[in-house]
């Protein structure tokens, strides 16, 4: 089993900036990707960005590139979430996610952006964006 904690959530201005930490523990494999994804009311949960843990490659949704950034800290099992200049339509609940099953292909890992494909999650965290 796999446990993730999230932290950071809040209520920022537009244009501010958060950070969302994700703790894992648990039985992970060295072969996995860690992700965010988020859900806004009525809406489906999106991909917003992930990581492979081993390989260090990153994938971002096209909303979030340039402004969120995604990385690890291997000593401490912990992956961030760097939001820089918020915007409303950030505003969600951000979910942290463990991918155990990361393919890899001519030495590159292939990140999913498909929440289907993600084994683990966690409870989430509120971000709230204010005008």
């Known amino acids: 089993q796999v446990q993730l904690v999230e932290s950071g959530g809040g209520l920022v201005q537009a244009g501010g900036s958060l950070r969302l930490s994700c703790a894992a523990s648990?039985?992970?494999?060295?072969?996995?990707?860690m992700g965010w994804f988020r859900q806004a009311p009525g809406k489906e949960r999106d991909f917003v960005a992930a990581i492979s843990w081993s390989y260090g490659n990153t994938l971002y949704a096209d909303s979030v590139k340039g402004r969120f950034t995604i990385s690890r800290d291997i000593t401490k099992n912990t992956v961030y979430l760097q939001m820089n200049s918020l915007k409303r339509e950030d505003m969600a609940v951000y979910y942290c996610?463990?991918?155990?099953?990361?393919?890899?292909?001519?030495?590159?890992?292939?990140?999913?952006?498909?929440?289907?494909?993600?084994?683990?999650w966690g409870q989430g965290t509120q971000v709230t964006v204010s005008s």
């Open positions: 648990g039985r992970l494999f060295n072969n996995r990707a």
């Open positions: 996610a463990v991918d155990q099953s990361l393919r890899v292909w001519e030495g590159k890992a292939v990140i999913s952006e498909f929440a289907n494909e993600y084994d683990y």
